[in-house]
């Protein structure tokens, strides 16, 4: 069965990257603890679920991804339970970027799939960097 997936264009660079960002992989048991410290073995702070925001990736140690928690805390959260999203702003020379439809996996025809929609320079996007395929981003 293909599954309908938006897919943007990667053209003469219409991106800058701004952060990467985690959110938790539902597909698991729907949600992710978050740790005080890098272990299995650390206090639970909170937990992540389908819900929750994206939280802005301070650093990685091991397997670990040390993330941004609200009120100026940060956690730990395995990487097996989350994936990592990148928050793009498009930036092309031409002024936009299409986003066409497509499907998964990928086929060769996608450039010549509709245009579901065109983003102007300066619009914000989450990427999730795992499901691209070479000048394709999945949004």
């Not at 650093?59 to 928050?87: A, E, F, T």
């Not at 498009?90 to 986003?99: E, H, I, M, Q, R």
């Amino acid at each position: 069965m293909k599954k309908a997936v938006l897919l943007l264009a990667l053209l003469m660079a219409p991106f800058a990257q701004a952060s990467d960002y985690v959110l938790p992989i539902i597909e698991c048991d729907g949600s992710a603890n978050v740790r005080a410290k890098p272990t299995t073995k650390s206090t639970i702070l909170t937990e992540l679920n389908y819900q929750s925001l994206a939280h802005k990736v301070l650093g990685k140690q091991g397997n670990w991804y040390h993330i941004d928690l609200p009120n100026q805390k940060s956690g730990y959260v395995h990487k097996s339970q989350v994936m990592i999203m990148h928050y793009y702003v498009v930036d092309s020379k031409d002024g936009s970027a299409n986003v066409r439809d497509g499907h998964f996996p990928y086929s060769e025809s996608i450039g010549k799939t509709n245009v579901l929609k065109v983003l102007t320079n300066g619009t914000r996007v989450q990427i999730i960097p795992e499901l691209n395929k070479g000048d394709w981003f999945f949004l």
